[in-house]
């Protein structure tokens, strides 16, 4: 498995709209058939500027990612580009999931 992570900073100014766009984004990317899930996270970490968010894709494996790639990401990328401009900086990077570990409680 390989988890697609994408790291944004959100200016301040436009944080609660993101918030809003980012969850109907995200049911979108996960349309493409090349994720099994997704998770929405706040980075905790005082910033100057603005919120810092962090959305793990799971991808089953690095054909259906490098498939995103080629087939889905640019236009996905470019919707919110349009929408938020330089209001928002994007980071991405993909992990290798190597071993998983959990713990039952009952």
Not at 3 to 27: A, F, G, Q, R
Not at 79 to 90: C, I, S, T, W, Y
């Amino acid at each position: 498995m390989i988890i697609y992570n994408v790291t944004l900073n959100v200016d301040d100014s436009i944080h609660e709209e993101w918030l809003e766009w980012i969850k109907n984004h995200i049911p979108k990317v996960l349309a493409t058939g090349k994720f099994s899930d997704a998770k929405l996270t706040r980075v905790l970490v005082e910033e100057d500027m603005g919120v810092t968010y962090s959305v793990q894709y799971r991808a089953k494996s690095r054909e259906d990612l490098d498939n995103y790639y080629k087939i889905d990401a640019d236009r996905l990328k470019l919707e919110g580009l349009q929408k938020f401009g330089d209001k928002v900086l994007a980071f991405r990077t993909e992990l290798e999931i190597v071993d998983e570990y959990s713990v039952n409680i009952n």
